[in-house]
């Protein structure tokens, strides 16, 4: 089977797949969500805020970076990135339920920069496609927990081979304290292809003193502080590099504005890569203000632009490597839209 041929069959199987609303996976212009475990429930979203398979609500998006100059080299580089992610609920019981998503994500590259080390042109593109399953039961003591389980491939060339298939594991457990008001909370994750390749554990105390202020105190580390009716202020950090600070005002019932600061990471397993270990990996920095319109009580939409630094790509076995065939973008601007559900 051509390479074309089976990414258009995983394409199919997602589609088929995500026939029902899904929860979706971040996209950096979201307000971070508290990554906290889920509540006594029935829980709706998994412990890691934006994780594989944890989420925010379903949705499209789509961001244009403007070429700039690349570091080292005679070349410009430009892309766009979209994403569409798409998912429900399937199965419903008294103490738990099941909950499908798929998640397609994709960049377009518009460069004729090289990997200096292995000298072979900068991919054109590099997509991610991932289905998954979250179980989230509710125990009789009002414990709550779930397993998490996903596959895809994330890669210049999806499903090329066994090779660029992703794994997802995880599983988290969230303990009352204080008479319901708090919570332990841990858990594990594993992500074969992920950014790096070991078991990242999770421990956390999720501290609400009150309404206007809460805090996720370990790892994944959140503050929520509401400090006037309008402005709300969020802070997350979710492991490895995944930073999030916003500042919102709300203008009317129906509109917000927002300005972030956020550090975003992804990784990829490259088409004939000459070490099987090796991922390929983009990191950036992010300066963003935008404009959240409340379209109706099940949809919102969004324009936001800003300003990206500290943008560079590299291969090797995790993040912390000396990476190989490094590839670094000068700073530039980016708009971006988005349209999401909510139920």
Request: aromatic share 12%; charged share 15%.
């Given at each position: 089977?051509?390479?074309?041929?089976?990414?258009?069959?995983a394409l199919a199987v997602a589609v088929v797949l995500a026939a029902r609303p899904v929860a979706a996976q971040d996209d950096p212009a979201e307000p971070a969500p508290t990554p906290t475990l889920p509540a006594a429930g029935p829980p709706t979203g998994g412990p890691m805020g934006g994780g594989p398979m944890g989420g925010g609500p379903p949705g499209y998006d789509a961001?244009?970076?403007?070429?700039?100059?690349?570091?080292?080299?005679?070349?410009?580089?430009?892309?766009?990135?979209?994403?569409?992610?798409?998912?429900?609920?399937?199965?419903?019981?008294?103490?738990?339920?099941?909950?499908?998503?798929?998640?397609?994500?994709?960049?377009?590259?518009?460069?004729?920069?090289?990997?200096?080390?292995?000298?072979?042109?900068?991919?054109?593109?590099?997509?991610?496609?991932?289905?998954?399953?979250?179980?989230?039961?509710?125990?009789?003591?009002?414990?709550?927990?779930?397993?998490?389980?996903?596959?895809?491939?994330?890669?210049?060339?999806?499903?090329?081979?066994?090779?660029?298939?992703?794994?997802?594991?995880?599983?988290?457990?969230?303990?009352?304290?204080?008479?319901?008001?708090?919570?332990?909370?841990?858990?594990?994750?594993?992500?074969?292809?992920?950014?790096?390749?070991?078991?990242?554990?999770?421990?956390?105390?999720?501290?609400?003193?009150?309404?206007?202020?809460?805090?996720?105190?370990?790892?994944?580390?959140?503050?929520?502080?509401?400090?006037?009716?309008?402005?709300?202020?969020?802070?997350?950090?979710?492991?490895?590099?995944?930073?999030?600070?916003?500042?919102?005002?709300?203008?009317?019932?129906?509109?917000?504005?927002?300005?972030?600061?956020?550090?975003?990471?992804?990784?990829?397993?490259?088409?004939?890569?000459?070490?099987?270990?090796?991922?390929?990996?983009?990191?950036?920095?992010?300066?963003?203000?935008?404009?959240?319109?409340?379209?109706?009580?099940?949809?919102?939409?969004?324009?936001?632009?800003?300003?990206?630094?500290?943008?560079?790509?590299?291969?090797?076995?995790?993040?912390?490597?000396?990476?190989?065939?490094?590839?670094?973008?000068?700073?530039?601007?980016?708009?971006?839209?988005?349209?999401?559900?909510?139920?």
């Amino acid at each position: 089977m051509r390479r074309t041929d089976r990414l258009a069959l995983a394409l199919a199987v997602a589609v088929v797949l995500a026939a029902r609303p899904v929860a979706a996976q971040d996209d950096p212009a979201e307000p971070a969500p508290t990554p906290t475990l889920p509540a006594a429930g029935p829980p709706t979203g998994g412990p890691m805020g934006g994780g594989p398979m944890g989420g925010g609500p379903p949705g499209y998006d789509a961001t244009w970076y403007p070429n700039q100059a690349v570091d080292g080299q005679s070349a410009d580089f430009g892309f766009v990135r979209q994403g569409l992610s798409v998912g429900a609920p399937v199965w419903r019981g008294d103490a738990g339920m099941v909950v499908a998503r798929v998640a397609v994500r994709n960049t377009l590259f518009f460069t004729d920069a090289v990997l200096p080390d292995s000298a072979r042109p900068f991919p054109d593109q590099l997509s991610a496609v991932t289905a998954g399953v979250t179980y989230l039961h509710r125990f009789d003591n009002g414990w709550s927990g779930g397993l998490m389980l996903g596959v895809g491939s994330a890669s210049d060339r999806p499903f090329d081979s066994v090779d660029e298939v992703t794994a997802n594991v995880g599983a988290f457990l969230r303990v009352p304290a204080c008479d319901g008001r708090d919570a332990w909370q841990f858990g594990l994750l594993y992500m074969a292809g992920g950014a790096v390749n070991f078991p990242i554990p999770m421990a956390a105390y999720a501290w609400n003193p009150s309404d206007r202020f809460r805090v996720n105190i370990g790892l994944p580390f959140s503050v929520f502080w509401q400090p006037a009716d309008d402005w709300t202020v969020d802070l997350s950090y979710v492991p490895l590099n995944n930073v999030n600070a916003r500042v919102t005002y709300q203008v009317a019932p129906a509109v917000r504005l927002y300005g972030a600061y956020e550090f975003l990471n992804e990784s990829y397993l490259l088409a004939g890569r000459p070490d099987p270990e090796d991922r390929f990996f983009a990191f950036e920095q992010r300066l963003v203000a935008g404009l959240r319109w409340d379209v109706a009580p099940w949809a919102t939409a969004e324009l936001n632009g800003g300003y990206s630094f500290g943008r560079s790509y590299g291969a090797g076995d995790s993040q912390w490597d000396s990476l190989s065939d490094r590839v670094d973008v000068a700073p530039g601007p980016f708009v971006g839209l988005n349209g999401r559900l909510r139920f």
